[in-house]
């Protein structure tokens, strides 16, 4: 039997970072001749990359293998392969409570999927675990599928991390920062622009640490410099900037570089100084109120983005309420809310002051409450306004419909704006840029009407003109919210 015979059902959970992560594996499958279906009854071999962050990750990552070994069971397929941040952080757990897995890969050996892959077929039977330190590093000529929309794609700038937040396991799942060279990034964007991508999405666990593990200096700005030379490529997204000194150099490539969007995605995780000594992370209120003002200063009308954690131990009445005046007082556009998750294996899951489940729960709603209330304010703001829209395609809502994202909303996590007058610009699609004059604004999601096609899209599939009677409009109380991530990408071919 040859590779290209062998099915393989894909399944990637977990977060951008995860996905470029599935992305790379694919890419070594379907190198390796292995094909790919939709359909995990069509498939011989069923493989699953993990999440093992927090409570909620694992126990999505557990069900879905369970729910993938039924298929092994039932006699569909006959190999189950298992990779990712849950086997790298329980693999002796997941080879003794689930006999049906076949292989366990954890996060190092990403390059030797399509090998496992071929052997798992071949062997009769027997668990196979491959876990060793995580050292693994993509580079551009690295195999990768890109998942994502054709026009938009997540670059992953570094891998692992050197902080040492007391709540967070991935350095020790991921190991310590390892960062890919600018030479690499830019053939990568060069890569990607050629085959259409228009929008470049770049994660990393601390993007603003970037260079510091290879030269001893941070290069953020200089990567930024350097990717802003890339032709085709229009906008540049920034995911997970922790919060350290920005340097000079920083602000100014944030506020001059045309092509970066004016977009901060920074987890600040916490306000109270007590909280941030004890999540260790490094820096006291102080320096946020002024790091937060420098950007705004620097990058006027910046959309800023921002998590925090609710329920972490030892946080007081009085610390969680500074942190609901900080939210309140502060001008973030977005910002998620997680409940404190004990992790086994991170320094805070002995620190003392647990806070009872039922009182992190009651954080969480009051906290989101809050900001349930802000965002429809915000969103009003934009009513009136032209904004320069990339068009992501015919919207989920209806096939009338186009639908897209300004500058400050991100792929997957913001809202989405809707495109009503789709049927008087037949030619505009998928990773065009357009002006459009917003016309109303829901909970997380706007809508408004094209004026004029400001860049067509280098490339794309031809897109079906749609019909003149079919005028859309659309009525308040009909757009999905758009503000929960999607984690899970069941991968089609
Ligand atoms: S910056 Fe902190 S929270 Fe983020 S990955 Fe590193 S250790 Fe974890």
Known sequence: MTE????????????????????????????????????????????????????????????????MAGYKSAGSCQRLIVAGCLVQRYAKELEAEIPEIDVLLGNGEYDSIADVARRATQE???????????????????????????????????EGCDQKCTFC????????QRSRPIADLVREAETLAERGVVELNLVAQDLTGYGYDQEGKVRLADLLR?????????????????????????????????KIVPYIDMPLQHIADPVLKRMARGRPRSFIEKLLGDIRRHVPGVVMRS???????????????????????????????????????????????????????????????????????????????????????????????????????????????????????????????VEVEITEAYDYDLSGEMTQVLKKAPMRPSHARLEAS???????????????PRPTLRVLS
């Open 124 to 158: 009769l039977s027997g668990h196979r675990v491959s876990v060793k330190d995580p050292v693994f590093l993509h580079s551009a000529t690295t195999p990768r599928v890109n998942t994502f929309m054709p026009h938009s794609a997540y670059v992953k700038i570094s």
């Open 470 to 484: 079919a005028a859309a409009r659309l009525s308040r109380g009909e757009p999905s919210s758009g503000a929960q």
């Open 307 to 433: 998590s925090f954690i609710v329920g972490f131990p030892g946080e007081t009445d009085e610390d969680f309420q500074s942190l609901v005046d900080f939210v309140s007082a502060e001008d973030f556009e977005r910002v998620g809310v997680f409940r404190y998750s004990r992790e086994e294996g991170t320094p805070s899951h002995d620190l003392s002051d647990q806070i009872a489940p039922e009182l992190i729960e009651e954080r969480y709603h009051t906290l989101m409450e809050l900001l349930r209330d802000k965002s429809q304010e915000k969103m009003e703001r934009y009513v009136g306004r032209k904004l320069e829209v990339l068009v992501d395609g015919v919207s989920e809502e209806s096939e009338l419909l186009l639908e897209g994202r300004h500058k400050g909303q991100a792929p997957e996590v913001d809202g989405t704006v809707y495109l009503g007058n789709a049927v008087d610009f037949p030619e505009v699609g998928a990773g065009d840029i």
């Open 169 to 176: 396991i991935i350095p020790k799942l991921r190991g310590l």
């Open 226 to 258: 350097a990717l802003g030379g890339v032709s085709g490529v229009e906008w540049i997204r920034l995911h997970y900037l922790y919060p350290r000194p920005f340097s000079k150099a920083l602000l100014s490539a944030l506020a001059e570089e045309p």
């Open 4 to 67: 290209a015979s062998r099915r393989i059902h894909f399944v990637s959970l977990g977060c951008p970072k995860n996905r470029v992560d599935s992305e790379i594996l694919l890419g070594h499958l379907m190198d390796a001749d292995f094909s790919v279906t939709p359909d995990p009854e069509q498939a011989e071999i069923i493989v699953i990359n993990t999440c093992g962050f927090i409570e909620d990750a694992k126990k999505e990552s557990v069900d879905t293998i369970l729910e």
